[in-house]
């Protein structure tokens, strides 16, 4: 029987590709990673405490994506990140929509139940890549913002009406809070959620074979980015019944791995403490969440730098304090999985001077290196965020589809918060905090 060459050789290819494919998939899976679980209010790993310093790396799997990614930038990050001792990355599953203005492109969800196949499978090569590298996942599943469509697309897909975009002059924020508050009560948009959940979670990851509630590269799953309870006191009981239905669904499909809300903390909560204490009051929360941002939230004058710079560490140590009394109070350990601070003068350029970040980084790594020291509750931290080697456009700004991403979300000026592979002070300034959280 005589077999054409030209189809021997695409026979050959796939039975290469084939080969090639199992043996990653077999180096993947035998990684020795070791999961995180929490004793005594502290992140374990190995029986040993695990304190770390960590970053923000939304767009992960955008990067990892087969088609439309960039797999060689996301290798050299990630070897990049290992080198200055980062093995925690909070990242993003979720954007919604179709995109536009101020928005994530491409989008893992464009449709409600529909998937980016290719978004997907950039989410597994992370992962795997990940897993390689012995680096954590913290992965977030929703977003209370506008620029990754969030729980305004679900209210959207279900019947509301369109999306009242504050980066819009049509619209205001308390437009867009008022609307987006709707999610919490939203039947149907709270079961599409639900179903999005499902289907994360039920994953198998097609490079390494494990699912994804058995693959200890999973640190935790977080309900959203910042959630809220939004614009009046009123909003808090339908609040609660969603976070409450959301990390006891959670615990159910993984009992596996950890679970936290993605809160800002106090800030998400009408300012109220209390509030916040007894909404993580639930045996399915596992560690307590906080953010921080001097610039955002008045701290930081671009007018009067050095001194509101540490005006800002002040603030931050209060605000830090508040949320540390509370995590000792129902014994959990507390994460900052956001923080940022701008470039002097707030400009975009990777070039202009980072010394006030220095001083506004290093004060908060002294506090996660004190609390690994007194073996305290304050277990890790998440700059924002790694933006590597993108590069950007610094006489705009402003983020168009197609443009590299950096660790700024879309509806922000493109570099503001960003550490950038070439600032290697404050790499440095990361590599040394984490070798002395290591030693301890």
Not at 132 to 152: D, E, Q
Not at 198 to 220: A, P, Q
Not at 262 to 288: P, V
Not at 334 to 345: A, D, L, N
Request: with cysteine; net charge negative; hydrophobic share 35%.
């Amino acid at each position: 029987m005589k077999i054409n060459k030209s189809i021997t050789v695409i026979l050959l290819i796939i039975l290469s590709t084939s080969c090639k494919s199992a043996k990653y998939r077999k180096s993947v899976r035998n990684v020795d990673i070791k999961q995180i679980s929490i004793q005594d209010s502290k992140f374990i790993k190995d029986g040993k405490p695990y304190y770390f310093v960590g970053t923000n790396y939304w767009y992960g799997p955008l990067l990892g994506a087969q088609n439309t990614g960039d797999r060689a930038r996301l290798i050299k990050e990630l070897d990049l990140m290992k080198e200055a001792g980062i093995d925690n990355l909070r990242i993003l599953v979720g954007a919604e929509g179709d995109g536009g203005d101020s928005k994530v492109y491409p989008t893992l969800q464009p449709e409600q139940g529909v998937y980016n196949e290719d978004l997907l499978d950039g989410l597994d090569f992370l992962m795997a890549e990940m897993r390689k590298r012995k680096m954590y996942a913290v992965l977030y599943l929703n977003n209370n913002w506008i620029w990754s469509g969030g729980m305004s697309e679900y209210l959207k897909w279900n019947g509301y009406g369109d999306v009242p975009n504050p980066f819009l002059e049509a619209y205001s924020w308390d437009e867009y809070m008022n609307y987006t508050k709707q999610f919490h009560s939203c039947i149907p948009c709270k079961e599409a959620y639900y179903n999005h959940l499902k289907f994360i979670l039920g994953r198998i990851n097609t490079y390494s074979g494990l699912k994804y509630t058995e693959d200890h590269t999973v640190m935790s799953w977080q309900v959203a980015n910042e959630p809220r309870v939004l614009v009046s006191k009123d909003h808090e009981k339908a609040f609660a019944g969603w976070l409450n239905e959301t990390v006891d669904l959670i615990k159910t499909l993984d009992p596996n791995h950890l679970v936290s809300t993605g809160t800002e903390g106090k800030h998400g909560f009408l300012e109220d403490i209390n509030m916040f204490e007894r909404l993580h009051d639930n045996k399915n929360i596992d560690y307590l969440t906080m953010h921080m941002w001097p610039k955002n939230w008045g701290w930081y004058d671009i007018n009067n730098e050095k001194q509101t710079t540490q005006e800002s560490i002040e603030k931050a140590y209060e605000y830090m304090d508040q949320h540390i009394v509370v995590a000792k109070k129902i014994n959990k350990p507390i994460v900052m999985s956001e923080f940022g601070f701008p470039r002097e003068k707030e400009s975009l350029s990777p070039t202009t001077s980072i010394e006030n970040r220095n001083v506004f980084y290093k004060a908060i790594f002294d506090r996660i290196i004190e609390s690994s020291e007194d073996k305290g509750v304050l277990a890790g931290l998440n700059f924002w965020g790694f933006a590597g080697y993108a590069k950007t456009n610094p006489e705009n700004g402003k983020w168009q589809h197609g443009d590299d991403f950096t660790a700024d979300p879309p509806q922000e000026p493109q570099g503001l918060n960003s550490v950038f592979a070439s600032d290697v002070s404050t790499l440095k300034l990361i590599k040394e905090s984490n070798e002395t959280l290591f030693k301890q």
